[in-house]
């Protein structure tokens, strides 16, 4: 883990602090840094340009001249493009220039720049921004001292600070080359821009914080956990109610069919058995009528 000197706004040494490898110890990617400088440009950009075309240029419509036998070129409109005061063809239109960059990118780029600057020693820690008024004199003399200042040239110079640091505010709002932002806002292209990066220790811990990459493995981790626990749940739960139901039908019909089965057999047996009866029935009756002929005959 890199280790920094601590400064007071006396450029003397106060202490120590130790860096996070993760955020001030990465190499230095220029792609990266490329397209974040690119895409935050890119969304900064108004896009409000606009010409006029021929249909927006305030003038006559008329035909000028007949369209055959003057000799002269054919035209339908005083406003046409080919003529002084006529309208614009393919001009700039009002547009949207911004474009989405991927967080780890952006957060990436952002650690790559802040390594850099450390390595190049332009990264310095200031114990605490602690001016008593908000005169600019004694902002000018706190950066002469950690020799950021002179009368003829100052040094560009970025300053990261809690916001709610007026005194700091009020004091270098009308220095030149001079800019004073929090942790939240810091973006690359300041980091890029300016030469020199004063850090105060409490926006040095936020900013650690910040672009943690184990805070974002986490976030990511967490969230993949919920949606994993949430979707199998809700499908475990529907499908073994659709199976049982499934398995059901099947079983009442099975149940169906084999009590069916013995009742269609019981009634189709004294159905058989009845029809032998019929017929003896039938065979019999002849033998009675003999019989009774028989005792009529003697």
Do not use: C
Not at 122 to 139: A, H, Q, R, V
Not at 163 to 176: K, M, Q, T
């Amino acid at each position: 883990m890199p280790t920094v000197k601590v400064r007071n706004l006396k450029n003397k040494e106060v202490g120590d602090v130790e860096l996070l490898d993760a955020v001030f110890g990465v190499e230095l990617n220029e792609a990266m840094i490329h397209s974040a400088v690119m895409n935050y440009q890119a969304n900064g950009r108004q896009g409000t340009s606009a010409t006029k075309t021929r249909g927006n240029v305030s003038g006559s419509g008329r035909k000028l001249w007949k369209q055959k036998g003057t000799g002269r070129a054919r035209i339908a409109s005083l406003r046409s493009p080919l003529w002084k005061g006529g309208g614009n063809v393919h001009g700039p239109q009002p547009r949207d220039w911004s474009y989405q960059m991927p967080k780890k990118m952006r957060r990436g780029a952002l650690r790559s720049a802040l390594s850099e600057r450390l390595r190049e020693g332009n990264l310095i820690i200031i114990d605490e921004f602690g001016f008593k008024n908000p005169k600019t004199s004694e902002f000018l003399g706190a950066m002469g001292t950690l020799g950021l200042s002179d009368k003829k040239t100052r040094t560009k110079t970025l300053i990261v600070d809690s916001l709610d640091n007026l005194n700091l505010i009020l004091s270098s709002r009308n220095v030149e080359k001079t800019k004073v932002t929090n942790s939240f806002g810091l973006n690359i292209y300041d980091i890029i821009y300016h030469e020199k990066l004063l850090i105060s220790k409490a926006a040095l811990e936020e900013l650690t914080s910040l672009l943690d990459p184990k805070r974002e493995g986490s976030k990511a981790e967490e969230v993949a956990e919920v949606k994993a626990e949430a979707k199998p749940k809700v499908k475990k739960e529907a499908a073994p109610a659709e199976a049982e139901v499934v398995e059901d039908k099947p079983k009442a019909k099975k149940e169906a069919k084999t009590e069916e089965a013995p009742k269609a057999k019981k009634e189709a047996k004294p159905k058989i058995d009845k029809a032998p009866k019929a017929e003896a029935a039938t065979q019999e009756a002849p033998a009675v009528e003999t019989k009774e002929e028989a005792t009529e005959n003697e």
